[in-house]
Every structure is written in structure tokens, then in C-alpha cells.
């Protein structure tokens, strides 16, 4: 989103102001990211120091949260926005919810690191890495849809979630066949299955964030559609 496309949404009274609220929304964006990755990476090697790490961090992330979420309201009480003023700013504000919600999901993550049976899981945490990563890189790709407010992009970024579905279902099922094969796993998969609904989180809260941009740049909500009818959209 430069200023060309910023000029194009929203009146030059408050540009610089909005300016500013989405390079924070992107320094937020940037943490969340490298939080999600990091998680990934302690869960990976059993870093416990970089689990402790990602788990104190996760208070700035809380703080960006409310410091933006301030400023848009501030924002609206002082300039009182119309049309697609409000919803850039309905997007921002809600992408900022759920990058906190990813920045939860981290948390959790890191957690996992920490647990007990955390190096008795072996081969189970494979799978979650792989999902982990996918996740990862869908955060970075809406990340750079929000940063230029592309919502052929972010179509596409919406369509992605469906794939960390799919491999979330499967791991689901390998969990639960490994369970009744060793009942003894059973402590050490559960912890794995609570991380994998973690990251299956993140994929759907991604995809908000892509339908918050769409919104903006089409004015339509497409939550409620299905993908036959998104595809007419984007026709």
C-alpha cells in the first residue's frame, strides 16, 4: 500500500496519520512472524532458550496490539472516516487482532518446547514442522499482501488455507492411528496434536487477514461465500 494507493482510499487530511498506523501494523506483522518461526524452530531442535524467548516477546506483541488499536480509535473520533476511509481502518484494526491471536498461537508453540515429553515425540514433530513452516510462509505472503493492499493476492493467499486443512486433517489422522497403536504415546501425541491446532489457527487466521484486504480494496465480504462464488468475484 504506498502513497499512491493510500491517496487513491482515503482523503490527504489524515494520510500521514494512517501512514503511520500501517507501518506499525507491518513491524507487528514482522514480529509475529519471526515469533511463529521461532516457535517452530525451538519445537524443531527443543531449544528451550529460544521457546523462553519467543513466550517473553509475545508481551510486545500484546503491546502493539493496544497501541494500534488506540490510534484507530483515536483516528475515528477525531476525523470520523467515511466510506473507504473506515474500512482501511476496519482492516487494520482487525488484522491486528489476529495477528495477536498468531502471536497466541506462538506462544502455545513455544510452550510445547518446554513440556516434559517434548523428547520423547521423535518423529511426530516431522509433520508439525512441515505445517509449521507452511504456516509460516502464508503469514509472510499476506503480510506482503497488507503492505501493498493487493487483494488479487490476497485471493490467493485465501485459497492457500485450504492446503493447511488438508495437511492438518492428515496429521490428525496419523496422530490418532499412532495413539491406538501405542497407548503409551499417548501423552507425548497429544501435546503434538495441541500444537498442530495451533498452527491450523494460524492458517485460518491468515486467511482473515487476506478477506480484511479484499474487503477494502473491493468493498465486498466474501467470509460467507463459498469457493465458486469467490471465483466469480475475482472474475
Partial sequence: MDNLNLKRHISGQFNSELENIRNRVLMM???????????????????TVLAEKVISNDKTVNSYEVLIDEEC????????????????????SK???????????????ANVALEKNANKQGRLLVSL?????????????????????DADSAFEVHSKDERI???????????MT???????????????????????????RVQNISEY????????????????EIAKMRD
Avoid at 95 to 109: H, P
Fill in 129 to 149: 514442522e512441515n505445517l509449521g513452516r507452511q504456516c509460516v510462509a502464508l503469514l509472510h505472503d499476506v503480510l506482503d499482501c497488507f503492505a501493498r493492499m
Fill in 29 to 47: 506483522g514482522g514480529l509475529v512472524e519471526k515469533q511463529l518461526s521461532d516457535a517452530i524452530e525451538a519445537i524443531s531442535t527443543l531449544d
Fill in 178 to 204: 499412532y495413539m491406538m497403536e501405542d497407548p503409551r504415546a499417548i501423552p507425548s501425541v497429544m501435546e503434538v496434536m495441541w500444537a498442530a491446532r495451533a498452527l491450523e489457527r494460524v492458517g485460518d
Fill in 73 to 92: 480509535t483515536r483516528i475515528i473520533a477525531k476525523r470520523q472516516p467515511a466510506a473507504g476511509d473506515l474500512r482501511l481502518i476496519f482492516a487494520i
Fill in 165 to 175: 486443512d488438508v495437511q492438518y486433517e492428515s496429521m490428525m489422522r496419523e496422530l
Fill in 95 to 109: 488484522t491486528v487482532n489476529d495477528l495477536e491471536r498468531i502471536g497466541d498461537s506462538a506462544k502455545k508453540l
Fill in 213 to 228: 484486504i479484499i474487503y477494502f480494496v473491493k468493498g465486498k465480504d466474501i467470509r460467507h461465500l463459498d469457493n465458486e
